[in-house]
């Protein structure tokens, strides 16, 4: 009996001791999983984060210099797919306040419904501005709620209501644009008619065929530019700053009436050719709106939208933009986004398809991107407006008229080169247009199905 219970004892400690070993092991095992379910977790949250709009609360410091806090809905999609809204539109909204609200709230959700996540707005379009706290330029006349509701910031609702529909927003600018037979309507207190109006200054805004020009040569005019684009990234929350083609006009540099800025150039001294310095003068604002941008609004991003033809930017008769330094540098815009707004059929006099056909502008940038080896974002602007229009492209029925999906077909090719990463699509004052409802409804296909 003893022996038994003895025996009893030991089998008792044996089990004890497998269950122990079970129970460790198990523990172990358990803590393992544990430590691999939380990896997995932050691991989901980081692709989470990566693919998810992400709101920063920022500072935004103000003209007087306050600090006021702001929530910036920064945008961070695969592909960025973005509508111009030009003073052509701003001039149609309404002017009644509350009509103003409602109409834009209309527009944000008609842009968002159509696949798009960004807006360009036009904020600066004839050395003038849309928004109450902007100083620099004086209120447009297509601001249309500054005489009924004069307290009332349409920039500022504008902006709001597209963050309310996660849209990014980009503040659009032409930078050196004055205006033409509109110079009436410029107020005297306006900066230009300052300028005009000082002996020592009136050199800072040209006349050149029946426009005037800000002069790109001018110290003063490019930190007066940069100052402007600063204080709209200190008093919006703008997810980014874009310029358009509005650079330099056509000039002959042997016609005193068309040399535009050649007096500068002859009292400066320069020793490079007149082509190279006016290159420079453009790319100095660049540069230095780039780097305000940045300073001010770090989240923010800076781009231009020039023409479709690198032969026309590379040109010694006009633009003068050093597109081969930006797209090889990361100092002067974060994406360029060419207005390639010719169809795939244009052709030449001689019934070959034409440099600008769409084929042939994509490709050109397309290399010029691979063999500047750039960080520089390749975004494609593609022409609404065109569409349904009897445009002359060289075919005997134009190419717009016998089709309605040519922008839906141009963001097909421009996505299979692997080097296209967005769109703009000029512009929102055509999609009422039955023509232009027809290729929206194409294109909203490829612009959904992400």
Not at 52 to 64: C, G, K, L, P
Not at 136 to 155: E, I, Y
Not at 280 to 289: A, G, R, T
Not at 388 to 400: C, F, P
């Amino acid at each position: 009996m003893i022996v038994s219970n003895l025996s009893m004892v030991k089998n008792k400690r044996k089990r004890v001791r497998k269950m122990k070993k079970k129970t460790w092991f198990a523990n172990w095992i358990g803590r393992i999983i544990a430590v691999l379910l939380v990896m997995n977790i932050f691991i989901s949250l980081q692709a989470y984060a990566a693919v998810t709009r992400v709101r920063r609360s920022v500072t935004v410091q103000n003209n007087a210099g306050e600090v006021t806090a702001g929530q910036v809905s920064v945008e961070q999609p695969k592909e960025l797919r973005g509508v111009w809204f030009s003073y052509i539109d701003w001039g149609e909204m309404p002017s009644d306040k509350e009509a103003f609200k409602q109409r834009a709230d209309q527009v944000m959700a008609d842009i968002k419904n159509r696949g798009m996540n960004a807006v360009f707005c036009h904020v600066h379009s004839h050395s003038d501005s849309y928004g109450q706290k902007l100083k620099s330029f004086p209120l447009s006349q297509f601001m249309v709620t500054k005489t009924s509701a004069p307290d009332f910031d349409p920039f500022e609702y504008m902006l709001e209501s597209a963050h309310k529909q996660g849209l990014s927003f980009h503040a659009w600018v032409n930078p050196y644009r004055v205006t033409n037979s509109m110079m009436r309507d410029i107020p005297d207190g306006s900066i230009v008619k300052q300028w005009m109006a000082d002996p020592a200054k009136q050199r800072n805004v040209l006349l050149h065929e029946g426009n005037y020009y800000l002069n790109p040569s001018s110290e003063e005019v490019r930190n007066y530019l940069v100052n402007s684009i600063r204080e709209i990234c200190q008093n919006y929350a703008v997810d980014g700053i874009q310029f358009d083609d509005y650079f330099y006009p056509s000039l002959n540099n042997n016609d005193p009436a068309k040399s535009f800025d050649k007096p500068e150039y002859d009292a400066s001294g320069s020793n490079i050719g007149i082509t190279q310095w006016r290159r420079n003068n453009v790319s100095m604002l660049v540069k230095d709106v780039y780097k305000a941008v940045h300073e001010i609004r770090p989240q923010a991003v800076f781009g231009i939208s020039p023409v479709a033809l690198l032969s026309n930017l590379r040109s010694d008769r006009s633009y003068f933009v050093d597109i081969d330094t930006w797209m090889a540098s990361n100092e002067y815009i974060d994406y360029i986004m060419p207005q390639l707004y010719h169809g795939f059929e244009a052709k030449t006099k001689t019934g070959i398809l034409a440099p600008h056909a769409y084929i042939n502008c994509l490709n050109s940038w397309i290399d010029l991107k691979r063999k500047s080896n750039s960080n520089v974002k390749l975004h494609i602007g593609l022409g609404l407006y065109r569409t349904g229009k009897d445009i002359k492209d060289g075919n005997a029925v134009s190419e717009w008229l016998r089709y309605n999906d040519i922008l839906l077909r141009q963001v097909k090719a421009a996505r299979e080169t692997g080097e296209v990463s967005g769109f703009g699509i000029f512009a929102y004052q055509n999609f009422r247009e039955a023509p232009a409802i027809l290729e929206l409804n194409n294109l909203q296909t490829a612009f959904t199905n992400q």
